[in-house]
């Protein structure tokens, strides 16, 4: 771009020039699938980014277990609640912070309850499906962790 000054009172005229730059304004939007995330579940969540990248990630209220620069949850970690999941690019060239929005819950499950020994008669055979304990969609494993899901007529022996 050239500014004149035109020329007045005896004095020449004065040109300036300078250089321009228009930048795009940077774009961004996010999302999470699978909300609500089981605090149970060890596997982290990815962010879906569609736009700029290069941005930070942060979540209100705290309790949330994210990591700021890529975005990714670890609901295993976080306390169960709703949270706002908000990822923000700065201010820079002349445009301003651009900021976008994203909504996840952790929910937790609760711990099944039932008898830690359960007695069954010799002579009648019992499997998984003679197990009682209370809770929703209660699974049974052969270990606490790593173990395999045992099916309900699967043969308990001692």
């Not at 596997?43 to 975005?71: E, W």
């Not at 949850?73 to 709703?82: G, L």
């Not at 929910?107 to 008898?115: A, E, F, I, Y």
Request: hydrophobic share 35%; charged share 10%.
């Amino acid at each position: 771009v050239t500014y004149t000054i035109a020329a007045v009172g005896g004095c020449s005229a004065v040109t300036a020039t300078t250089d321009v730059t228009i930048t795009t304004l940077p774009t961004a939007t996010i999302s999470y699938a699978g909300s609500p995330f089981c605090s149970s579940d060890l596997t982290s969540k990815t962010v879906l980014l569609t736009g700029t990248s290069g941005g930070a990630y942060t979540a209100t209220p705290t309790g949330l277990t994210i990591d700021l620069g890529t975005g990714e949850i670890t609901a295993s970690t976080s306390v169960a609640q709703d949270y706002k999941v908000t990822y923000t690019i700065e201010a820079a060239n002349g445009c301003p912070a651009v900021t976008a929005d994203a909504f996840v819950s952790v929910s937790s499950t609760p711990m099944p309850t039932g008898l830690s020994t359960q007695s069954f008669c010799l002579g009648s055979p019992a499997t998984v499906a003679d197990l009682t304990a209370s809770g929703t969609d209660v699974q049974w494993y052969s270990a606490s962790t790593g173990g395999t899901l045992y099916s309900s007529s699967t043969a308990l022996v001692d």
